[in-house]
């Protein structure tokens, strides 16, 4: 996958994140994937494959048609910390 990894997806160890602008770019960018991984017969794990996406979770991110911004069910924890009201806490 090493040429085609930033052109046309991301890899993080045993996934494969592709974007594209339009449905055709999409579909060359899977055909390009998916002769790689025959290639070496490799064959993707049907149950962890979602086609198609408008919105993916990518580690701690959300990848979507707005861009990459940060998972909100990750940093929830950190929003709803208490703000210091004195020295010591700071």
């Given at each position: 996958m090493s040429s085609l990894t930033y052109d046309i997806c991301l890899l993080y160890l045993d996934d494969i994140l592709v974007c594209s602008n339009t449905f055709k770019e999409h579909c060359d960018?899977?055909?390009?994937?998916?002769?790689?991984?025959e290639k070496f017969t490799q064959k993707?794990?049907?149950?962890?494959?979602?086609?198609?996406?408008?919105?993916?979770?990518f580690l701690v991110?959300?990848?979507s048609v707005k861009g990459i911004g940060c998972n909100p069910d990750k940093v929830a924890t950190i929003a709803m910390?208490?703000?210091p009201t004195n020295f010591l806490e700071v």
């Open positions: 960018s899977l055909t390009a994937i998916f002769d790689r991984l993707p794990i049907s149950m962890k494959c979602h086609l198609f996406q408008r919105n993916v979770t991110h959300v990848v910390w208490p703000q």
